[in-house]
DNA sequence: TTGAAAGCGCTACCAG
DNA sequence: CTGGTAGCGCTTTCAA
């Protein structure tokens, strides 16, 4: 008779798994996972079958200690509910699942000390492969013990991955921002635009500072001479786009034929900014982002934007990740123009 | 001298730490960790400086199964790309990260069937909580393994909390799709509307059969008695939604006022078949969606809607999974009718 | 207040 | 091919 103890019943282990399959633990761990080869195919069977029976499942966590590695990955973003992270969170999932492994995910609110707090507790999970996405970001103090930790990390046997810009010492699948946007800004020239306005998010953020910095190039490469474009800050997001917008609004865009915005949820924003005071994007004022997220082409007009494979990007950092190849490798994601009706023809190239 | 091992350094562990800090692992571990009070101050310092001397992070496999529980909550969605989950992703992330728990989470793709098998391996890592957010759906043959299988895990002391309808006996948050499908049925008759066409998911989607429902009950109590909806069944996606507006255009629309997407990205991709064939939203054609996701009012017109607040429905799960209160509870999440542009006064109302 | 030691569930080594 | 058993890193009695 069972020991019908009071106390919440607990799952049930390997043991009674062993216990109802007439064998001992041993035999019946290496029937359910080790190397399964060196047991009779009877035992097999049985242990399956009381496994099955019992709907018996590994205890992770103790495997974890028993083998001294877990099949864990941690991917902190900096937003989920932004698409640019939710695309990228796609991809490490998918791929993740695709070779077993389990995905635990941190939210860093897009703060640099928030993400050194998660990459520390991070570890207390011992996971495989850490994922970092999201823009690095200058000037802040915790660039040093971010590395110090994560150098630590990779030295007990951990993989790090980056998710942006090249910018720490660790392996990185960085987004072409500069060519892409210098690329932009030559469609732009060819389209007849001269003129400019750039929404961008304040100058420690990486990633904005290389769209800006491409964009600029590919400015000058284009011998467009005209005035130096009116540059104006906001927030990264899309109510940062919204109010620089509006911040355009005010002072006046008479000057201004086109607007660069450093992604696409601020372009978005901008155009409904733009709207709502009258000025109807794409006729009035051209607008064009970044990243062509996924609503780019429902907006109205649909918007000009640089691709970036977000998805993709994200697979290709598991993928480095569970690559043999130990080193801090570099994986370049492509990026390309896509010009669409917010980028009218403005002056008929000669 | 210490031993220079060749193989890979492991992390420190609270052996390194109690021999560092010169006290036995029993009292390391109460300093760090457990019952704080009952050692000596001297010690408690002593231990916390050799912890940090050692970058000493506590192995959470180790201590779940020394404790017998993890402070792991897993969540199941139906793909974080979309704006639905990943917004319910960063309620109930931010809510356990306030409640120092961490997030695995893994993306079922829509699939009941890939449901219940992650549930099924998810129930090794021991979670606190599971949450399944997503739309259930009728007439699978996973509906009752799936039963089981949390059945199981709550009888073994894990919380279950589902995010959308009603239908399995776990504790739920609903979203009232019936009640907001059908104040938006009124709202648009209010405005005038007679004649309306349904973009809906297959009969099955749970979600989808609600809220037509919802909407077909407030076009009878509206007392239009005009010609039933022509209903379109199309994906539960943007793409389905592209897809069945142009399937209503090629059946020719002379006799539908409005369409009724029973959620906003298939309005949104239904806007832009719409429009890729001449006919403008809001102006030719009317559209109303659903969820009110943040995108909708950067379209062109801005998407009339029922707002759903998602974000709070993943904060609210985590919270009742937090309660202690441990029956099957259910948590309504009121949703509101949003009218815009999309939907413009057709008749002036008596 | 402390330390020794017995587990937690599982794997892997070592004998048979 | 199989079973016994020594850990894995940590918590938690139990005595001291």
Do not use: W
Request: aromatic letters at 4%.
């Amino acid at each position: 008779m069972e020991d019908a103890s009071k106390t919440a019943p607990s799952p049930p282990t390997l043991h009674d798994v062993a216990r109802e399959a007439g064998v001992s633990v041993a035999t019946a761990s290496r029937a359910l996972n080790g190397s399964a080869r060196n047991v009779r195919s009877e035992n097999v069977r049985r242990v399956r079958a009381a496994a099955a029976k019992l709907n018996y499942e590994p205890h992770l966590s103790a495997q974890a200690i028993a083998k001294g590695s877990t099949r864990t990955v941690a991917l902190v973003v900096g937003d989920v509910a932004d698409p640019y992270f939710s695309a990228i969170a796609a991809g490490v999932s998918g791929a993740a699942e695709e070779a077993g492994l389990i995905v635990t995910m941190a939210v860093a609110d897009r703060s640099p000390d928030r993400e050194l707090e998660i990459v520390r507790t991070l570890r207390g999970q011992r996971p495989r492969v850490l994922i970092i996405a999201g823009s690095r970001v200058d000037g802040t103090d915790t660039r040093a013990p971010l590395i110090e930790e994560l150098e630590e990390y990779r030295t007990t046997g951990g993989r790090v991955i980056m998710i942006s810009q090249r910018d720490l010492p660790f392996a990185t699948v960085t987004v072409d921002n500069h060519g892409g946007a210098r690329r932009l800004a030559h469609a732009l020239a060819r389209l007849g635009y001269r003129r400019y306005a750039i929404f961008r998010a304040p100058e420690r953020v990486r990633t904005s500072t290389d769209r800006c910095a491409g964009f600029l190039a590919g400015l000058r490469e284009s011998g467009a001479g005209g005035a130096p474009p009116v540059v104006v800050e906001a927030e990264f997001t899309r109510s940062g786009g919204h109010e620089a917008a509006r911040r355009l609004l005010e002072r006046g865009y008479e000057d201004v034929e086109a607007v660069f915005a450093v992604n696409d949820v601020m372009a978005i924003g901008a155009m409904t900014a733009l709207r709502e005071s009258g000025v109807v994007p794409g006729r009035d004022l051209a607008v064009a982002g970044f990243d062509d997220i996924g609503s780019a082409v429902d907006v109205v007009p649909p918007l000009t934007s640089v691709a970036v494979p977000l998805k993709e990007a994200g697979l290709r950092a598991m993928r480095l990740a569970l690559s043999p190849d130990d080193r801090a490798a570099e994986e370049r994601i492509a990026t390309h123009v896509v010009v669409r009706e917010s980028t009218p023809v403005l002056r008929p190239s000669g």
